[in-house]
């Protein structure tokens, strides 16, 4: 449809707007109408934009493609994801393939794509890790498996082109129990050092340490995760935990719940409902930090605290599930695929017990050692007889 031009209240500038039909989605017809436009193009190119948008074809182009999924995701995924994947895809999708049709984008394309985001080095000369470039190949095969469902696009080419990066980190980085303590007494303020011993001795996650209230420290020793807390935007967010499974109830240690009931006691005017800490994730990231290198430790992640614990109950002897379960992990299958690694002596120890197994007790001979008995049994006779 052509745009219109009309004159505003002063007479003299000239303006453009665009006004064109479409059908929605449930099939009724509605008019659109959007004015202020500098220039004709500019109203016929926010028509092209609009009605490519309503398109249910993969020759979409790839920019409004990538807009409807994520106005389809927004409204299933939590905040702290799509903000997430919007950053990932604004910066490392967008800006090679926002001009292509969808139809258009082939393997090969997307062979060019991984070895730019491969071969990419930052002013360190540093890479992006593998699991980075692993998490950015699945935010592109995502948009394409989308185009799949929905606008008959016949295969997705990120599958075909093949994967890059790894799932897991070639090393997990973790500190033991006496590396953590070392890092704890360099500590100095009380409410953080407690937010470290509560992650290094329960495993939570960073965003349910943060949206603990007084109500979920329970009289029998136990702490109740029920939610997560996440500041996106600068909103501060509480929000439903990772997994159905991460709603959980983990028993503490003693010497725990009395540091978190003496802490909250302390707390003037605190009421059940309100979070025993408030301080940032990245006030958690700093402070971790500096306080590794006081003692003098290699610095590691406010989330590897977390695999640490995994790693304390491995070393510990507790089982995978039951390690799952503390962890609030969505299925068994995580775990392992996680912590895996963390178990490389346990097959030499299962060898030795199952050895331990067969080895007779006392009073009980293998068949062998039954033969061999017997045969001493009958030497002396058969002297005697040649005799």
Known sequence: MPAYKYTLKDGKTIRWRAKFYITDWTGTKRQICKRGFETKRAAKDYEDI???????????????????????????????????????????????????????????????????????????????????????????????????????????????????????????????????????GQIRK?????????????????GELLALTPADLLASKKLSITKNFAKVKGVELILEPKTPRSIRTLSIPDF????????????????????????????????????????????????????SHASLLIEMGFNIVQISE????????????????????KDAALAVALNELRRPSAGRETPEETAAMQSLERKPDSVENEA
């Open 50 to 184: 609009y009605l490519d948008l309503q398109k249910n074809g993969c020759d979409i182009l790839f920019s409004n493609l990538v807009e409807n999924y994520m106005k389809d995701m927004e409204n299933r995924l939590k905040p702290t994801t799509m903000e997430t994947k919007k950053h990932i895809i604004d910066t490392k999708v967008l800006p090679y393939f926002s001009k292509l049709r969808t139809c258009d984008i082939d393997t090969i394309k997307i062979r060019k794509w991984q070895n730019e985001i491969i071969s990419y080095r930052d002013e360190n000369g540093k890479p992006y890790s593998q699991t980075y470039i692993k998490t950015v190949n699945n935010q592109l095969s995502a948009i394409l498996n989308y185009a799949v469902l929905h606008y008959s696009l016949p295969v997705n080419p990120c599958r075909v082109a093949g994967s890059m990066g790894r799932s897991h980190a070639d090393k997990m980085k973790i500190w033991t129990r006496e590396e953590y303590e070392r890092f704890s």
């Open 326 to 345: 503390r962890l609030g992990h969505e299925s068994v299958k995580t775990t392992l695929d996680t912590y895996a690694h963390l178990y490389p002596d």
């Open 256 to 307: 725990l719940y009395d540091e978190i009931h003496e802490y909250i006691s302390k707390i003037y005017g605190i009421q059940p409902g309100d979070r025993i800490f408030y301080f940032t994730k990245s006030s958690l990231d700093k402070e971790l930090k500096a306080g590794a290198e006081r003692a003098g430790l290699d610095p590691i992640r406010v989330h590897d605290l977390r695999h």
């Open 190 to 206: 009380s409410a953080l050092r407690l937010a470290f011993d509560i992650l290094f001795y329960t495993g939570i996650r960073e």
